[in-house]
């Protein structure tokens, strides 16, 4: 029964993750400038891009576990993923949110139905629809075979928002790898309230956010697990009460 | 299947083509399928035109949208009885003890659906071309019809192979599967609506969104490749 205590790399992670986040808040509030055009409501771009950039990650990680479940159908890969995608709709839920609340000021709603937004949305209602599948399995074996592949075909709509909101013109500002778009943007006058990364402070703010976002993500992550293996070996526990009591005391 | 595979197995192709050889036999026998989704698709069409009705102008606004999800909709069925008659008359089975590649099984699937599902659209786009006054018959518009087609139905038989084996079946069909399609429909819609104005868009307007399906069928059709054998295995 050593699941029952937290173990030493679950308790780790969860301070270090605890820390991360007091220090990255440090840095939202008194280290990161205020912004130029949007003033303080600029601040929570670095929530919302922690976010955003930890949920793409979970979908990858989930995307890995099962991968690697067809390859060798062990139960462990099968949590991870089941993890990763549950951590990763929170993250991505955490990420509209933020984003929906910087839209109020910056585009004057709280949503509009842009391509980035719209792909967004089917990325989340793609990954919900992961618990509907697995829901309807009841065979342990088959049910982690095909959430494993419902995971890499699911990636594909990670893959086309990401080169959809490059490819597509959006009013959605692109910080990661979208110079050109953001060129583009900027020439017809699409980029006004970008946040853009005015000064090395708010570079260093983001990295800061990432990466404590990303401990974060490992912490509950580890927590998930357990949580995974305590409730199988809970269940097993339960049968063998069962079969004994139907076999009668002894 | 001891010896060395390649050697014993049915060439790839011509596995692939009986496959859609015999769906197509099905269907010229009993035509149920494409029966059950033009009469479905005609009954949504004129169900989105009397929830529009009022504005005339806006019903021709949302055409193209409208046509995709009339597409997707009606493709939801076709699929559901691709699959479901595989599954009733238990010729899954047989052609899973058959000497022949999964992958094979994938496209072949792939293919038949995809046909039954342009017929449709051959229809559809009358329909839509008559009622809406769009010029849906120019030839880059039915290329975009065919290329989205075929990434929807791609990531479709791998879904609907996996849905029609768990306890929900049908039902859990559309819920995965369109938001699964919905990034592809969404470059395709783009795409179209570019050519319904009078004047052609040039290459460089359409471009990106027409890039994006080609990229999502590439994407759909490897996954399926490579995972479908996962799929069918019991």
Redesign the interface.
């Known amino acids: 029964m050593e699941l029952t205590r937290l173990n030493r790399t679950v308790r780790n992670l969860n301070w270090a993750a605890f820390i991360a986040l007091i220090i990255a808040l440090g840095f939202v509030f008194f280290f990161a400038p205020v912004e130029r055009t949007m003033g303080n409501v600029q601040r929570i771009f670095y929530f919302h891009v922690g976010s955003a950039w930890v949920g793409a990650v979970a979908f990858f990680v989930a995307l890995l576990g099962g991968v690697f479940y067809l390859r060798q159908p062990d139960r462990k890969w099968d949590t991870v993923s089941l993890a990763s995608v549950e951590i990763g709709l929170v993250f991505l839920s955490m990420a509209i949110a933020a984003g929906s609340i910087w839209g109020r000021p910056a585009w004057n709603t709280w949503w509009t139905w842009t391509p980035r937004l719209t792909l967004v949305t089917i990325a989340w209602l793609t990954y919900a629809a992961y618990f509907m599948l697995r829901g309807a399995i009841e065979d342990e074996e088959r049910r982690g075979r095909f959430a494993a592949v419902y995971t890499i075909a699911a990636f594909v709509t990670i893959i086309m928002s990401y080169l959809s909101v490059r490819i597509l013109r959006d009013i959605h500002p692109t910080v990661f790898g979208g110079t050109l778009e953001s060129a583009q943007g900027a020439a017809e006058g699409l980029q006004d309230f970008a946040p853009g990364l005015e000064s090395a402070r708010m570079g260093i703010t983001l990295t800061v956010c990432v990466i404590a976002f990303s401990l974060l993500y490992a912490a509950w992550l580890a927590n998930r697990i357990r949580l995974q293996q305590m409730m199988e070996e809970a269940n097993r526990l339960k049968m063998r009460v069962a079969t004994r009591l139907q076999g009668g005391h002894e | 299947m001891n010896k060395s595979s390649s050697s014993d197995m049915t060439p790839f192709w011509t596995a692939v083509w009986s496959i859609v050889w015999k769906d197509l036999q099905i269907e010229k026998h009993t035509r149920q399928t494409l029966s059950v989704m033009i009469m479905f698709s005609l009954v949504t069409v004129v169900m989105f035109n009397f929830a529009l009705e009022a504005r005339l102008d806006a019903a021709r606004n949302v055409a193209t949208g409208l046509l995709w999800a009339t597409i997707l909709l009606a493709g939801t069925l076709g699929l559901n009885r691709g699959m479901a008659l595989e599954r009733e008359n238990q010729t899954i089975d047989a052609i899973l003890i058959a000497p022949i590649s999964r992958s094979a099984i994938f496209l072949g699937k792939v293919i038949g659906i995809t046909i039954f599902s342009l017929m449709l659209e051959a229809v559809l786009v009358v329909v839509f071309i008559i009622f809406f006054n769009k010029p849906l018959w120019r030839p880059p518009v039915l290329i975009v019809l065919v290329l989205g087609t075929i990434g929807y139905v791609a ?1 479709g038989v ?2 609907t192979s ?2 029609i ?4 079946r049908e039902v ?1 069909l559309p ?2 599967l369109l ?2 399609s ?3 429909v ?2 395709a819609a ?1 795409a179209v609506a570019s050519y319904m104005f009078p004047q052609l868009p040039t290459w460089g307007e359409v471009q ?2 027409i ?2 399906v080609i ?2 069928d590439i ?2 059709l490897t ?2 490749f ?2 479908y054998h ?2 069918v ?1 019991s």
């Open positions: 990531a791998l879904v996996m849905t084996q768990t306890r929900t859990l819920v995965l938001p699964l919905l990034p592809l969404l470059a783009t990106s969104p890039l994006l990229i999502y994407l759909m996954a399926g490579l995972t996962y799929v295995e």
